[in-house]
């Protein structure tokens, strides 16, 4: 199948860490037709041969988990193109559209990895020239939009041009092999699906956590608004929807997406009021991470002397429907935190009477980690098997451990590679709709009122540490703790 792969920003960050890297992986691992193409385009002065030598030196400063030679990266410099373009203008639009034209591939995927300011007025460009016909397909990264009245701004400027099956809105965390398998755990199996409810679970935690600051990007992240836009409105409210979603009748896109927005229409709403006692919001300080000093928020390239941009958000929500009432389901985000790690934590309800000796108030639960590898752990209680006398019949906690790693080896594929052959297959079921979007919105909207009207709600947290104390307050006062205090 010819096709053709358009990435706009292609010499940004996510293009060269992220995009051009799952492509390559997806070229090495025979997934991409011989007679596909792939544009990178930007405003830097490059041609297709400068760009190629700029793209192996970014290559050569990543690290792979399956080494490239350089007969396999020649090979795929074979499907490369360059087009120098100032994407804002309508000349630009138009060279776009004859580098297209030059040939009727089956689909053309053109990839918006550029400021999501930039959408409304990029795609009301591609429909002028003609690039909005059936063949087209438009993927948005995130964020989309500031607050619900910016994204719904930017999706009735893309929905004008485009039709719903041509938009791909991105959240790379529904393409993890955990999230794929947290589906396929639930509904693949029966198991669980039994247990999955406020009968059996008590709590849910999802965690989110970046040892790393904002990096070379203080300015952009002190004016896009922090962690509670940046992170979760998008990816964790999306991983939520994964765990609490009923059994969709099919994979059908639509199907999967009507069981998430559900979910999202079913979260008890937060009234300002709410904010004080249910969300917790926090910003890093100097402090020690790995041995060695790192600075404060305020201290960062770009970021203001004053800023009260949250980098930490922990916020407590409920689910009002008959499988989740009463069920805390506990978020947290954060960077500069002690260690670079995504879980989400099911905890199972204690046995009703306990008749062995064991660790008191141990619960059964199940973990489904998504970075730094991803893998999925029962915990479980089993009988000592040593000889100790103080030990024999007591009961001790156990893992049973699935390292998909280890299970599939190079057989697994990273997110963003499997999402970009979903959008080359024209699939959608990984792809975020915008009612969702809308409805995730809606929720933390009173958040970012409640947080605009009061900044003294910012709570400072020393850089290496779990975030501010106020967090583990948010869950004790469920009896609950997040995994590193257990």
Same mark, same amino acid.
């Given at each position: 199948m010819a096709f053709d792969l358009v990435f706009l920003g292609g010499t940004g960050d996510l293009a060269w860490r992220k995009l051009m890297p799952a492509v390559f992986q997806a070229f090495r691992h025979g997934a991409l037709p011989p007679e596909g193409r792939v544009l990178a385009s930007s405003r830097e002065d490059l041609d297709r041969a400068g760009y190629c030598t700029w793209l192996r030196a970014k290559f050569d400063s990543l690290s792979w988990d399956e080494p490239f030679t350089d007969a396999e990266f020649q090979a795929f410099v074979g499907m490369l193109d360059y087009l120098r373009l100032d994407i804002t203008k309508p000349?630009?639009?138009?060279?776009?559209?004859?580098?297209?034209?030059?040939?009727?591939?089956?689909?053309?995927?053109?990839?918006?990895?550029?400021?999501?300011?930039?959408?409304?007025?990029?795609?009301?460009?591609?429909?002028?020239?003609?690039?909005?016909?059936?063949?087209?397909?438009?993927?948005?990264? =995130?964020?989309?939009?500031?607050?619900?009245?910016?994204?719904?701004?930017?999706?009735?400027?893309?929905?004008?041009?485009?039709?719903?099956?041509?938009?791909?809105?991105?959240?790379?965390?529904?393409?993890?092999?955990?999230v794929q398998n947290l589906m396929a755990l639930r509904f693949g199996n029966s198991l669980f699906e039994p247990l999955w409810r406020r009968e059996w679970i008590e709590n849910v935690q999802i965690t989110i956590a970046e040892d790393l600051g904002v990096e070379q990007r203080g300015g952009y992240y002190d004016r896009s608004g922090g962690a509670l836009r940046d992170m979760m409105q998008n990816h964790m409210l999306q991983l939520l929807c994964m765990v609490a979603m009923e059994p969709p009748a099919s994979e059908d896109a639509d199907a999967v997406r009507d069981e998430k927005l559900k979910v999202l229409r079913s979260l008890k709403p937060l009234t300002v009021a709410d904010v004080a006692s249910n969300v917790i919001r926090g910003q890093y300080r100097a402090g020690r991470i790995q041995g060695g000093t790192v600075p404060g928020y305020r201290e960062e390239e770009g970021v203001a002397a004053n800023s009260t941009t949250e980098t930490f958000v922990a916020l407590r929500a409920e689910i009002q429907n008959w499988r989740w009432a009463g069920v805390p389901f506990f978020l947290r985000t954060g960077k500069r935190l002690a260690q670079r790690t995504?879980?989400?934590?099911?905890?199972?309800?204690?046995?009703?009477?306990?008749?062995?000796?064991?660790?008191?108030?141990?619960?059964?639960?199940?973990?489904?980690?998504?970075?730094?590898?991803?893998?999925?752990?029962?915990?479980?209680?089993?009988?000592?098997?040593?000889?100790? =006398?103080?030990?024999?019949?007591?009961?001790?906690?156990?893992?049973?451990?699935?390292?998909? =790693?280890?299970?599939?080896?190079?057989?697994?594929?990273?997110?963003?590679?499997?999402?970009?052959? =979903?959008?080359? #297959?024209?699939?959608?079921?990984?792809?975020?709709?915008?009612?969702?979007?809308?409805?995730?919105?809606?929720?933390?909207a009173p958040i970012i009122e409640a947080w605009s009207s009061d900044p003294e709600?910012?709570?400072?947290?020393? #850089?290496?540490?779990?975030?501010?104390?106020?967090?583990?307050?948010?869950?004790?006062?469920?009896g609950a703790a997040w995994p590193e205090e257990r």
């Open positions: 000349e630009a639009h138009q060279a776009l559209a004859e580098w297209v034209n030059q040939r009727s591939a089956e689909s053309v995927v053109i990839y918006l990895a550029v400021a999501p300011a930039l959408f409304g007025g990029l795609v009301t460009g591609l429909g002028r020239v003609g690039l909005n016909d059936r063949r087209v397909r438009v993927v948005l990264e =995130k964020p989309l939009g500031y607050d619900l009245a910016s994204a719904t701004a930017i999706n009735d400027a893309v929905s004008a041009v485009l039709q719903e099956y041509q938009i791909f809105r991105i959240d790379h965390y529904l393409g993890k092999q955990s995504a879980d989400i934590v099911v905890n199972f309800r204690a046995v009703p009477h306990p008749i062995f000796a064991g660790p008191a108030g141990y619960q059964n639960r199940l973990v489904i980690r998504l970075q730094p590898e991803d893998s999925i752990e029962l915990d479980l209680l089993a009988k000592a098997s040593n000889r100790s =006398k103080s030990e024999q019949g007591r009961l001790v906690p156990v893992s049973l451990n699935l390292d998909f =790693k280890e299970a599939f080896g190079t057989q697994t594929i990273e997110a963003y590679e499997r999402l970009l052959r =979903k959008v080359l #297959a024209g699939r959608l079921d990984l792809f975020v709709r915008f009612d969702e979007q809308q409805a995730a919105w809606r929720y933390v709600s910012l709570r400072m947290y020393n #850089a290496g540490s779990w975030g501010p104390p106020a967090s583990s307050g948010l869950l004790a006062r469920d």
